[in-house]
């Protein structure tokens, strides 16, 4: 029998891309040899994955030339390698995709990462919003099959476009995490530990949260990541005389990552409402604070909401003012009888809200391209 290749294209470096990754070694236990297809840049680190992998070096890396090139470069890839099955990364791969599977007359999937057309980059930019809606609307309903992260954004595209959009959230691989243990041995006496980790850009919360500190006691908020905002949120520490109480580790490796998860007393995912994009977030790291047994506080928004309110474990904090929010974060983080329940309902929480349940859908959606190749 011949493995059937299948080809993910994405536009990123393909290094911290975990959901395609993800998907990748799905497919591979499916049945499939899948290739994925990014681009380097200037300090792009090596990789070294199970599967094959193709990056291109473009001469462009913003504006419209950025993403002609990188189409243009992709179409002619596509055309000159032995594909079966083509997979679209997000609306910004899907136009050398769509032509590829035409030319070749191979099937086409599509997997939307976010509500491309509503992320905070395009919001007061409408002529060029005008263009990527366009390129929607006239592509998404042509593929044979897809799927996007939450309910919410394919309820919106069912909607729009009159195709099903199937669901397949991005949640950690938890075979990978179960020789790692959830309990720690907390220090008398020590400061509680508020986590966020991820990217230190705009629109996360964490302005508004480093703001409430100044009101919150007997607690250190550690940021773990880095992003557009790292310096200025640093200058923003030090004006608040707030040193001893906002820690930046900066990027950590995986391991080192989980490590510092599992110390936390609460993990912080507090998007703000920047469009219906931000609005249907599902952040990775809502779910890598439930693996490590971490109760949440989160923004009210209805995806993430919905996961805290089913199993109960975290809170929700309705407003991003200062003190509004120290005084939720103080109660959340003090409440001994409330953290309890938390502690009681992660472990559950975590054994549903895994890769491998999500792995299921996606088996759903592939294999007619199996059998019908």
Known sequence: MTVKKVSLSVINDL????RVHKVALSLQKMGF?????????????????VYPTHRMKLIFSKGPLFYLEYNLRLLFFLLNTKVDVLVSNDLDTLAANYLASKIKGKPLVYDSHEYFTEVPELIGRPVVRSIWRWLERKLVPKVDAAYTVCDSIADIY???????????????VCSELENIPIETTPIPGAAKIILYQGALNMGRGIEATIRAMQFVEKAELWLVGDGDLTAQLKQLVEELHLEGK?????KLPLARLSEVTRQANLGLSLEEDLGLNYRFTLPNKLFDYIQAGVP????????????????EIGAIAETHQR????????S???DSEMNALWKKNLPQAAKELCWENEEKVLLGIYRPFVQTL
């Open 296 to 311: 949440v506080l989160v923004s009210n928004l209805p995806e993430m909401r919905h996961i805290v309110e089913q199993y």
């Open 15 to 18: 290094v911290t891309d975990n």
């Open 246 to 250: 906002v820690k930046f580790l900066g």
């Open 323 to 330: 003190k509004d929010l120290a005084e939720k974060i103080t």
């Open 158 to 172: 069912e909607e729009l476009y009159g195709i099903d959009f199937k669901v397949v959230r991005n949640l950690p």
């Open 332 to 334: 959340v983080l003090f």
């Open 33 to 49: 040899e899948p290739m994925l297809i990014g681009r380097i840049l200037p300090g792009s680190q090596a990789v070294e994955r």
